[in-house]
């Protein structure tokens, strides 16, 4: 009976962090690494069960955001082969280190900042698709996004779509579709790295793994279709949102910060995102009515 109740668990994560990630281009590997720590899984063998899930998943994220036209495919091979190079180093870096936290705290607040950043700019109408699209923060971003993802088990996506986003000059739903495909390179590679770091001591929780991989594909053509569906201002927003939500709660957990205190910065955080995603058609109605009526031609 618990084994049938871990294995729906796992489907169950895997669908809602699919959802998630596969609309908003980050959340699976979060939501699905938090899901087995909480299982009080080892950190090394939940980061690569998460990987290996997300190759599964990614793959037929990948398929669904290519069909329907979500994937800048220049975009997506600068940041996923560079992402491969990092997911490898990181599982290494896993396998033989135990401090690799140092940095967290300063990676979290500047991610915090590109996040208000993002929500800023498509609040007030500024948001990415205006002129050529740049890729020069690509390979960087895909390094260290790949290495993050293999270290963390949930770092590719809250480092890549906010860089990626802001920089790249990309639709959201184009920066959403690269990201996520590009991620499947990073994850196999994260699992290649793991395997060939500790091949006699790492083990991967299959049933878990298949049940997380059985909910995140099915909920990936469906995420894949969100993100076309969103408006854009909502959906760039709406990401920003999520980047701050995410490394706010990576920042918080570095300090003894008591919960009331946490859940109050969280509930402030859900008033906020509810008046950005209304602030796109407050402007809209604005600007219509600042727009001076048609004269009409005297007869």
């Known amino acids: 009976m618990l084994f049938a109740t871990t294995i729906l668990s796992s489907v169950a994560a895997g669908f809602v962090a699919q959802l998630v990630d ?41 398929a669904s955001h290519h069909r329907l036209q979500n994937v800048h495919w220049p975009t997506t091979l ?21 401090r690799l936290d140092a940095a967290t705290p300063v990676t979290s607040a500047i991610l915090i900042a590109l996040g208000v950043v ?20 690509a390979i960087p971003t895909g390094l260290v996004g790949g290495f993050l993802a293999a270290v963390g088990g949930g770092g590719w996506g809250p480092v890549t779509m906010p860089i990626t986003l802001t920089t790249s000059r990309l639709e ?7 990201v996520s495909t590009a991620q499947v390179f990073a994850s196999a590679a994260a699992v290649l790295g793991f395997w060939m770091a500790v091949p006699d001591t790492l083990t991967v929780l299959w049933p878990v793994v298949v049940g997380m991989a059985v909910g995140g594909m099915a909920a990936a053509p469906l995420a894949a279709w969100l993100t076309r569906k969103i408006p854009t201002a909502k959906l760039g927003s709406t990401i920003g949102m999520l980047v701050v939500a995410l490394n706010l709660r990576t920042l918080l957990a570095g300090f003894a910060v008591p919960w009331p205190v946490v859940t109050g910065l969280y509930l402030a955080l859900a008033a906020v995102w509810a008046l950005v995603l209304v602030a796109p058609k407050r402007r809209a109605t604005r600007e219509a009515a600042a727009e001076p009526a048609p004269v009409e031609a005297e007869a």
Do not use: D, E
């Open 78 to 98: 600068k940041l996923g082969i560079p992402g491969a190079v990092g997911g490898f180093a990181g599982a290494w870096a896993l396998a033989s280190l135990t």
């Open 118 to 137: 993002i929500v800023w700019r498509f609040v007030k109408g500024r948001g990415a698709g205006h002129g050529p699209v740049r890729s020069g923060f």
């Open 172 to 178: 959201p739903h184009r920066v959403v579709g690269s």
């Open 22 to 62: 596969g609309s908003l281009g980050m959340g699976f590997g979060t939501i699905t690494m938090t899901f087995l720590l909480g299982l009080g899984i080892a950190p090394a063998v939940a980061s690569a069960s998460v990987n290996v899930a997300t190759i599964a998943t990614g793959a037929v994220s990948a």
